[in-house]
């Protein structure tokens, strides 16, 4: 199994709205040209409370929902992409990551890296998968998990953090569990073979795509308070340093910066 | 109160996955061309068991997405179209119908025209808004209700059918509730002050918009079988026969056709 052929996860958390085009760019390269990743491809913009969802099972480089995305410039402080390599679940609309629910009067959004094998939790009803994969199901499951523990009130991010580091161990055991999930305020990251991230800000420099020969130079974009937090599956440019995140932890990423690492599988490594 | 002046509701019921673009173009026309609907805009298309929900806050007739959507042809049996002048709530993504929750296993999409008052019905927190419309609350509400009635396993459809008559009659009671329900199997429309259908079948002739000069050959782009029931606030064409629906009863359309009127306010007329 080589992971390259497998999914791809793209994160975007920042302290101010902010365009994900250029990161786009590159990883939408992912779906078809550099790499096989041809099972359809999905982004979801968090602005304000709401959520703009874009899916397609088309390949991204296919997509004319693609290419609106790469040259409509949608600002946002919260933003999970995926593109799909099909390994459970056929090629459907209803199979297209990022999924997404309300719970406590929020959207949250959910996109998952690997395959999972023979997990078919017990769910109550409360939230049921639309499609077949076992990504959805894993979201609804720990949708599930966080109403059963805390009701109907939302506890604070703390609390929910280490429930879900717990959770996202407990699932890790049916295999790959790499995913983003965000509620628009907080984005959380779980590597658990394979996630890599980098923190941008002043001073901004240039950065060039490993995927397509585009450079941009962040000083010309941003300004000197900015900062934005990128994940990814695999480093997206070739000139910056990413930070390779070790499996087992879940991280919590807030207003573009790291804020916590879970505890449960590793030591943390220092922030 | 001109009902002109209000939102405007569109929706699509077909027995093949067909696209909208014809009436599209005469509806998004009124967000801000021919009408004053200019606080935002939404379409959702059910392809299979997926959903895709173009939301935008902005005027149609401003909007790079909506532009996408009028030129490219996505296929569905199911769609259901908004434009907004906001008359509760704020003018942002959050507020922007069709809105959209997942019970039983399925997308339910929803979209309202009309303005509620002083409606704040006891929610559970099984369904809760993420915005602040009159509109949203009522749909949660609904799916309340549904989930509170039948339980975890869903009911025939002929047992949702009178269930939801009498909520739309209930809601009703707090102002103008003329509304768009599917599941991507049926879908049901609710008059409430304003709302007309036509039902396109062979033999196909042409059809002409009210609102812009545009003219197409249904002939040319149909086979014999095909069906389409179009419901909208306002009739799209002049020179087709649309029904007007009279207020107080809950429609159901399905491949295409009027299966059914409820009994609860008014004697239905003859299908």
Do not use: Y
């Given at each position: 199994m080589r992971e390259g052929h497998l999914c791809q996860l793209l994160g975007m958390n920042c302290n101010t709205p902010t365009d994900i085009c250029f990161s786009f760019t590159g990883f939408q390269?992912?779906?078809?040209?550099?790499?096989?990743?041809?099972d359809g491809w999905g982004i979801a913009f968090f602005e304000g409370k709401g959520v703009r969802l874009f899916l397609d099972p088309l390949s991204s480089i296919q997509s004319p929902i693609a290419d609106l995305v790469k040259r409509f410039p949608i600002h946002s402080k919260n933003v999970v992409s995926h593109i799909r390599k099909a390994t459970?679940?056929?090629?459907s609309l209803e199979n297209t990551h990022p999924f997404r629910r309300e719970l406590w009067g929020q959207d949250w959004v959910f996109a998952h890296n690997g395959t999972l094998s023979d997990y078919s939790p017990a769910l109550n009803g409360n939230f049921l998968p639309i499609g077949d994969t076992d990504s959805e199901r894993a979201f609804c499951w720990m949708l599930q998990e966080m109403r059963q523990e805390f009701g109907y009130n939302r506890p604070s991010f703390e609390m929910l953090f280490e429930s879900l580091s717990k959770m996202a161990l407990a699932i890790s055991a049916y295999g790959p569990f790499n995913f983003l999930l965000s509620n628009g305020e907080r984005m959380l990251a779980h590597s658990s073979t394979q996630l890599s991230y980098l923190v941008r800000e002043a001073p901004f420099s240039h950065a060039h795509l490993k995927d397509q020969d585009v450079d941009v130079d962040f000083k010309d974009l941003t300004s000197v308070s900015d900062r934005v937090a990128i994940i990814a599956t695999?480093?997206?440019?070739?000139?910056e340093t990413w930070i390779e995140m070790p499996p087992g932890n879940l991280w919590w990423f807030e207003d573009g910066e790291l804020r916590k690492v879970s505890?449960?599988?590793?030591?943390p490594p220092k922030i």
């Open positions: 390269a992912r779906g078809g040209l550099t790499d096989h990743h041809t459970k679940g056929g090629v695999q480093p997206l440019t070739d000139n505890k449960t599988a590793h030591p």
